[in-house]
């Protein structure tokens, strides 16, 4: 079992950055693939970015490619996304999400989900 906690959303200006965290707990986090998506009001929720267990391999959504930037510290069991550049259709509710195995952005293969932290971007 792992249980995933985000922080770090918040109102931030247009072109402004903001650094989300997922702290987990349960000692195998090291062993899953760490994925963040986000949903805004009225749509569905999307995936942003993945990181292997290892950060070996990211995946970006187009959207976000070159903006954000996704990593991980095993050590202290805790996830990170850096979101540079920030635009106001960047806001969402940001969740993380974690799955054994490789990442993967369908949001139906992650089984353990975090509460979601709100990140606001006014124009």
């Known amino acids: 079992q792992v249980q995933l906690v985000e922080s770090g959303g918040g109102l931030v200006q247009a072109g402004g950055s903001l650094r989300l965290s997922c702290a987990a707990s349960g000692r195998t986090f090291s062993s899953y693939a760490v994925g963040w998506f986000r949903q805004a009001s009225g749509k569905e929720r999307e995936f942003v970015s993945g990181?292997?267990?290892?950060?070996?391999?990211?995946l970006y959504a187009g959207s976000v490619k070159g903006r954000f930037t996704i990593s991980r510290d095993n050590a202290k069991n805790t996830a990170f996304m850096q979101m540079n550049s920030l635009k106001p259709e960047d806001t969402a509710v940001y969740y993380c999400a974690a799955r054994s195995g490789i990442v993967v952005v369908q949001q139906s293969d992650y089984a353990f989900w975090g509460q979601g932290t709100q990140v606001t971007v006014a124009s």
């Open positions: 990181l292997t267990w290892n950060s070996g391999r990211t």
